[in-house]
C-alpha cells in the first residue's frame, strides 16, 4: 500500500534526513537511537488513532465511521476498545 499523506511524508522526511548524515558512525547511532524509540512511538501512534475513533463514535454508528476510514465494522470496534494488529497475536 503506497500512502502519500502528509503524515507519512513527514516521516519519510526524517527517514531522509538521517540517511543524509554524512559520517557513518554518527548516521548509524542517529538511525539506531529512531529504531529504539519506534515501539514507543507506535503506541503513541495507537492511542492518537483510538481517541480519533473515539471521538467518531461519540456522533457516527460503527458502521460510518468504517466508511469513513475505509475500514471494516469489525476493525472500528477493535481500534475504539484499544486492540491492535500486534496484541491479537
Same mark, same amino acid.
Given at each position: 500500500? !503506497?500512502? *502519500?499523506?502528509?503524515?507519512?511524508?513527514?516521516?519519510?522526511?526524517?527517514?531522509?534526513?538521517?540517511?543524509? =548524515?554524512?559520517?557513518?558512525?554518527?548516521?548509524?547511532?542517529?538511525?539506531? !537511537?529512531?529504531?529504539? &524509540?519506534?515501539?514507543? #512511538?507506535?503506541?503513541?501512534?495507537?492511542? &492518537?488513532?483510538?481517541?480519533?475513533?473515539?471521538?467518531?463514535? &461519540? *456522533?457516527?454508528?460503527?458502521?460510518?465511521?468504517?466508511? !469513513? #476510514?475505509?475500514?471494516?465494522?469489525?476493525?472500528?470496534?477493535? =481500534?475504539?476498545?484499544?486492540?491492535?494488529?500486534?496484541?491479537?497475536?
Amino acid at each position: 500500500m !503506497t500512502e *502519500t499523506s502528509p503524515a507519512v511524508n513527514a516521516i519519510r522526511s526524517v527517514i531522509a534526513d538521517l540517511a543524509a =548524515i554524512p559520517d557513518p558512525v554518527d548516521r548509524a547511532r542517529a538511525v539506531g !537511537t529512531v529504531l529504539d &524509540a519506534v515501539p514507543a #512511538l507506535q503506541a503513541e501512534l495507537r492511542a &492518537a488513532r483510538q481517541a480519533a475513533v473515539v471521538e467518531l463514535r &461519540a *456522533t457516527q454508528s460503527l458502521a460510518e465511521v468504517a466508511n !469513513t #476510514l475505509g475500514i471494516s465494522v469489525p476493525r472500528v470496534s477493535q =481500534i475504539a476498545s484499544g486492540v491492535s494488529r500486534t496484541s491479537r497475536k
